[in-house]
């Protein structure tokens, strides 16, 4: 198998795709659950674990500091990446599914009400299912499911214009399928005020 130009570039900086599994370059794309890690990121954590590992935030000492230097500039860095007002912004969590608890939790019980509808689609990891299945519960807030058209596997987004039309939606979870292509296909021309938080998976 070839992975010409790129695809060749970057498989370099992941030493894990340097191996064969059945006699075939190993091709990764398991990332939602465990993504694999660059040498960049190897070397600067062994790094860390070698010469400044501590707590951070919670500590007088030199290790200390410098672990929190390191945290917060890490911070920085990804609000910057995602062009984010403040580097408060940024909460760092263990892993989707305790990302999304942690919004559905704060901000869900602080927002949802009842009747409110929270949207996603059909095809939903439990990550983004069960902390708005547990919230709707609490709160009285309806989910609604977009469907999956059965050939193509594709969402129907034109339901979620007409939703909004509606004008009871609450929050969109994962739109991370709905880029700028797909949004304009689903809105349309027509300009909508809404008042609803998006969610998505990196
Ligand atoms: C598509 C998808 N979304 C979300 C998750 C949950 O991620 P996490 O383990 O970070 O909570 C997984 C984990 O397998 C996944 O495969």
Redesign the pocket.
């Known amino acids: 198998m070839n992975f010409p130009g790129l695809a060749d570039q970057y498989r370099a900086d992941f030493p894990i795709l340097s191996q064969e599994v059945n006699g075939h370059p190993l091709v990764y794309l398991?990332n939602?659950?465990s993504t694999q890690r660059p040498n960049a990121v190897i070397e600067e954590l062994a790094r860390y674990y070698r010469e400044d590992h501590a707590n951070v935030h919670r500590g007088l000492h030199t290790l200390s500091n410098r672990a929190t230097a390191l945290y917060e500039k890490a911070r920085a860095a990804v609000a910057h990446y995602l062009n984010a007002k403040k580097a408060e912004s940024i909460v760092f969590t263990r892993?989707?599914?305790?990302g999304i608890n942690l919004v559905a939790e704060s901000w869900g019980s602080r927002n949802l009400r009842r009747g409110d509808l929270v949207v996603l689609t059909e095809m939903e990891?439990h990550?983004?299912l069960i902390p708005w299945q547990i919230i709707a519960r609490k709160t009285g807030a309806i989910l609604h499911f977009l469907p999956i058209q059965g050939d193509t596997g594709a969402i129907e987004w034109s339901e979620l214009a007409e939703l909004c039309r509606q004008g009871n939606v609450r929050l969109v979870a994962d739109l991370n399928r709905c880029g700028p292509k797909r949004r304009s296909r689903c809105f349309g021309r027509r300009r909508y005020r809404v008042r609803f938080l998006g969610l998505f998976?990196p």
């Open positions: 398991d939602a659950a892993g989707t599914t305790e990891h990550a983004n998976q």
